[in-house]
């Protein structure tokens, strides 16, 4: 037995220094910037120590501000990524043959090309004289051009395009694992289509559902190439304001502790996604 642990350790150890050397060793150094006194705290009347960052960022209505509008861009994109793949995902399960594998390729080849690609099209698909803005001038909708670009709307659009796969995967994981002759017997005991879908469809795909939204919001919320290309000043981010710190600013110390806020949030809806998921119960299990 001490020998299979040692050849076990021996054959984790370069992976374990690999994520030590590259992983946890700078994360750790950002994170202790984070308790290192700013400066902007004197310029503010915040007396130094420890916790002089954050309280300089909660202080900030700007951060309050940019932060509540990371939190509801977040959580829209979330609800719409989520109302998008369903159809999507329920397809998936019913079609078989080639006609599956080229539907699958479409959901899968968007995370083939590269974000930065994908937001530069957005961009010229979005724009006052662009095709999407043609097209609504043309039919009727609208009889001027809409501001599509650099707002919350380009942003939403941008970021849901890019996270709808990570939506749709989980969904059509938990969908394809439902015993078809559960709905058989609901339906045989009496059941309306409407009852069925409530009581035995929709609680079976509860571990997809969060699972893709979890996915989903918590990727929202570090999102720096959409929002900054589709939103710019207008639609500020967490993650952009961040960025700013240091580009801008040169305020290091500032940016880490923005950057532990946001890791804390996440790692806060990651518990509340894990409590809400029952993984114990074998929900993911066929």
Do not use: Q
């Not at 060793?25 to 004197?42: C, E, G, K, N, Q």
């Not at 501000?65 to 109302?83: G, K, W, Y």
């Amino acid at each position: 037995m001490p020998r299979e642990r040692l050849d076990t350790t021996l054959l984790l150890l370069p992976a374990a220094l690999f994520l030590l050397i590259w992983f946890v060793i700078p994360l750790s150094r950002l994170m202790s910037l984070a308790f290192v006194s700013d400066p902007a705290a004197a310029d503010v009347g915040i007396g130094g120590g420890a916790f002089a960052n954050f309280a300089i960022l909660l202080n900030s209505s700007v951060y309050l501000r940019v932060l509540a509008n990371t939190l509801l861009v977040s959580a829209l994109v979330t609800v719409i990524t989520l109302v998008l793949a369903w159809p999507v995902a329920y397809m998936l399960t019913k079609l078989k043959g080639p006609l599956f594998v080229v539907t699958l390729y479409g959901v899968l080849f968007p995370l083939w090309i590269s974000v930065l690609v994908r937001t530069f099209s957005w961009m010229l698909l979005l724009e006052r004289g662009g095709p999407v803005n043609r097209l609504l001038l043309a039919s009727g909708l609208t009889d001027h051009p809409l501001a599509l670009l650099f707002n919350e709307t380009g942003v939403v659009i941008g970021m849901v395009h890019v996270l709808l796969p990570y939506a749709i995967l989980p969904l059509y994981s938990a969908m394809n694992r439902i015993d078809g002759r559960l709905l058989m017997a609901s339906d045989g005991l009496g059941a309306g289509v409407m009852d069925t879908f409530r009581r035995v469809y929709l609680p079976l795909c509860l571990p997809g559902l969060f699972g893709g939204g979890t996915f989903v919001l918590l990727l929202s919320l570090g999102f720096f190439i959409t929002p900054a290309l589709l939103g710019g000043a207008n639609a500020m981010t967490l993650s952009m304001l961040i960025s700013s710190f240091v580009t801008d600013r040169l305020a290091w110390s500032l940016a880490a502790a923005g950057s532990l806020l946001l890791l804390v949030i996440v790692l806060v809806l990651l518990g509340l996604t894990m409590k809400l998921l029952p993984l114990d119960k074998g929900m993911f299990a066929k």
